[in-house]
């Protein structure tokens, strides 16, 4: 008996300390996220009309990526509803073809429908290799538009890469 409440007390624990470490790191993307937003608005001006119009957009702060023909990144974020954080999000590439290097960056996905919206949060969302982020630069989001209801920016943050491939990214979330 006391070693079948050892094993239930020690899984309660490892429990606890699981949930307070994911709830700490989930904390940490959040933080990261909001300074993200600001970063973004201030690269370029013209982002303001997608974060006050979109449904809803999920923001990837710190996407990490590198590659040497077949390539691969990832990344958590936050996504958004008016304006409110209503849940986090994970982000997998994978791709192949004539790539080399490393980079990180940020990346935010727009949505301009409440039908895209959902699309995500339900997990049937995926970009294929058409799919491209439009890079941020000074007004560049002026000429941007959605395609089947969904607009994706990315910022760089460093690195270098030099990619010509095909693959695709694919999004997984949950509610808080």
């Known amino acids: 008996m006391k070693i079948k409440n050892s094993i239930v007390s020690m899984a309660l624990l490892f429990v ?31 982002l303001e009309k ?9 923001i990837f702060p710190n996407v990490g990526e590198g590659a040497l023909i ?25 791709d192949i073809g004539i790539q080399a290097g490393g980079e990180a960056y940020t990346q935010v ?12 949060k339900e997990g049937n969302f995926e970009f294929s290799a058409e799919a491209k982020a439009v890079i941020i630069d000074e007004a560049v989001s002026k ?5 089947d209801g969904v607009v994706v920016f990315a910022k760089s943050k460093g690195g270098v890469m030099a990619d010509v491939s095909i693959g695709g990214q694919k999004f997984s979330y949950s509610e808080f």
Do not use: C, H, P
């Open 50 to 58: 997608f974060f006050n119009n979109a449904s809803g957009y999920v």
């Open 143 to 147: 000429n941007a538009n959605y395609n």
């Open 109 to 120: 996905v727009f949505f301009e429908t409440e039908e895209a919206l959902n699309e995500f």
């Open 70 to 94: 077949i390539g691969a990144a990832s990344g958590n974020g936050v996504l958004y509803e008016n304006g409110v954080s209503t849940g986090m999000a994970e982000m997998k590439k994978l």
């Open 16 to 46: 606890t300390v699981f949930a307070f470490a994911q709830n700490k790191d989930d904390m940490r993307v959040m933080k990261d996220a909001e300074k993200a937003i600001t970063t973004l608005k201030q690269s370029d001006r013209g």
